[in-house]
């Protein structure tokens, strides 16, 4: 086992009490295949989108676990030197972006235990929502936790129960106790594994190779990697690959489907599906939606790039009037919400969007956005588009009002600085300065994403969770 970053000065953990994080994860199972590592690596690149604060590749040779993760975005982490040294049959890589407090590299996955059914890797995207319980209790058992992530209390559970079991069934004795949202992609010995949970709100999907099998959070990296798209990994299974085969079990019977309505609506790449869905065509049927629900007399349809793009051509094609380029994105630029921080958040925006003037100057104008969540970057652009001479501005935004946080893996933040927590849309419109604001509606989006109505968790917007929360009181202490 090696762990190249030998020579870092870590920073204590203990800093970041709360456990939120939106990730991506990859895994690649290809034995007696040059470059394992490769092929993660470039999976990770096509899921840099789910995460830019860390990334990390573990590869497994034999039960013989080499890794490598660090802050940055995957370019930056890895060269070719690193990758050429992650020799493997098996390979697992994650992306991550934490939403909360400070983030450092010693929060970064894959997570690497040494248990003594021998070396695991684990890569998690989703959130626990009795983490903090779990933690207390195995810290009050003499646990010593290396991190302050969620992911760990999994990985130290399945290393506990694994001095009776099988790899297999110390994840599945795991996962009675663990609840939340978890898509987990975990590899020891000679096996990949991939887990959902029990509603299976994360996504995770299985791709074929002419030698081996990847799963994927996305399935947009499949084609990358000379991989088809075989089926998602269902709520409440695990799939076991080994030996070249895949083997399926299903740890949860009563199993019940609540996928990510969220997915759809911003965080996924368009060129992925989920559950069957494709999420380009989800987005487009939003924006439909939007056009026949919220209709207003403009001469042009404009997005926010890029999430609000496939939004606006929907809303552009239903309404009849012609969508046109309005902003400008800087693509070198993160995510707004890649800097935790308030003010850094506010200046991103001038950062990234700049507006073509000559396009928008003296128009009636619809703005689309794919979701409004504390209300800041709307305003900022409604006033950057009145500032360059646009003659009205109608806020259009292709999801409903986000009410309540995501305890499952989506910066939704705080009840308190979501704006349509207590603010209703006529004063949402007001603060934002635009002209009119219209919503999609919950039944608008659970139309547009097809994945039947009671399968899908829409908790942002209407605060029915689908599970219990246990530790509802102490997520934002
Ligand atoms: P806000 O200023 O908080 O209203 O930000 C809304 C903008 O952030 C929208 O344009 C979205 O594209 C984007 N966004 C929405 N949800 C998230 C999220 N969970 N993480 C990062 N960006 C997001």
Redesign the pocket.
Known sequence: MMNFNENDIRTEAGFDEHFHD?CGVVGVYAPGKEDIARSVYFGLHALQHRGQESAGIAANKAGKIQYYKEMGLVQEVFNDEIIERLQGDIAIGHVRYSTAGESHAVNAMPLVVYSKGGSIALAHNGNLVNANILRDELQDSGFFFQTTIDSEVIAALIARHIRENSLEDSIIKTLKIVKGAYALVITSGEKLIGVRDPNGIRPLCIGKTSDGFILSSESCIFSLLGARLIRDVEPGEMVVIEGGELKSVKYDKTAKKAGCAFEFV?FSRPDSDIDGRNVYLARKECGKTLAKECPVEADMVIS?PD?GTVAAIGYAEASGIPYGDGLIKNRYVG???IQPDQRMRELSVRLKLSVLSENVKGKRIVMI??????????GKIVKLLKDAGAKEVHLRVASPPVTDPCFFG???PDKKKLIAADHSVEEICKMTGADSLGYLSVQGLLDAVRLGDNNVCVACFNGEYPMELPELGRKFE
């Open positions: 939106e911003y926010v999430s995510r707004t919400f956005d794919d979701s409004v969540v504390r209300g800041t970057t709307s989506i910066d939704t």
